[in-house]
């Protein structure tokens, strides 16, 4: 018999704890069959057999086969590839500049910080979503596009955030005796800022990596992303929305993978403190 209780008394700190576990577990999970997956099926996902068109799961094909009789479950893989490398790339790119771009601006000050803090906020101006679709009409199909505009979309968060905290870290008497005892800035980088930044740069960098997900699913379900025959979620789903009817388990697929995707990224940010 569930005791409601129990949840109740229990500390916040032990809840996030064990919502942060469940998506690490989930995001090394879908790591794992991103990386290895492929491999150890041995299909390719772009593999056609019209004489398999939307076949219910089976011992040769786990998941089904899609309306042109390629494997399902290779094609749910190699999207997770593709999306969680894209989403990763793209948040490496953007977290190193925007965080070097953070600490520069909050020590220098003056015109420095002015300068920085007023092309940040005129990226802010222009919706991300308009900025990859620019790009992406530059190059259709091109994962390229996609993984410049994310990047210079995301780069502002972690400027924004480093800014705001190295400013206050600076002005700790940590730091001013450092300075006084002669450490140079790489030591007060390492010793004072990192330590009081990264946990704050782990969160973002998790909802990065979710709305980066999101926003390459999206933009290849509108037929504007990636490409077919690429296997990539967003695509997988409107390729089988016509036939939701004959085999709408097929199109449920895709969907429950980036929900978990999704949710193992947030679960992972946990909560940003302010």
Not at 68 to 76: F, P
Not at 178 to 196: K, N, Q
Request: net charge neutral; glycine share 8%.
């Amino acid at each position: 018999m569930n005791n409601p209780s129990i949840l109740t008394s229990l500390p916040a700190e032990s809840t996030l704890s064990i919502s942060r576990v469940i998506g690490f577990i989930l995001l090394l999970g879908l790591a794992v069959c991103a990386i290895m997956g492929p491999a150890l099926i041995g299909m390719d996902p772009a593999k056609q057999s019209l004489m398999d068109t939307l076949q219910p799961p089976s011992a040769t094909h786990w998941l089904g086969t899609d309306h042109l009789g390629r494997d399902m479950l290779a094609r749910l893989l190699s999207g997770a590839q593709l999306s969680l490398s894209l989403a990763a790339l793209s948040v490496i790119t953007a977290a190193i500049p925007g965080t070097a771009l953070g600490i520069a601006a909050a020590w220098r000050g003056g015109w420095t910080d002015r300068i920085l803090t007023l092309f940040a906020d005129a990226v802010l101006a222009l919706p991300g979503l308009l900025l990859v679709l620019m790009l992406a009409a530059i190059s259709p199909g091109s994962w390229w596009a996609l993984y410049a505009g994310l990047s210079l979309t995301l780069w502002v968060e972690y400027f924004r955030y480093t800014r705001q905290r190295v400013r206050v870290v600076l002005a700790e008497p940590s730091v001013e005796a450092s300075r006084l005892l002669g450490f140079g800035a790489m030591h007060i980088v390492r010793r004072h800022l990192l330590p009081e930044i990264g946990p704050g740069l782990l969160t973002i960098a998790a909802f990065g990596a979710a709305t980066s997900v999101t926003g390459v699913a999206a933009l290849g379900f509108v037929s504007v992303g990636i490409r077919p025959p690429t296997a990539e979620w967003g695509v997988m789903m409107t390729e089988l929305l016509p036939y939701w009817r004959e085999a709408s388990f097929l199109i449920f697929q895709p969907v429950i993978c980036l929900v978990i995707t999704v949710l193992a990224l947030h679960l992972s940010a946990g909560e940003r403190k302010p």
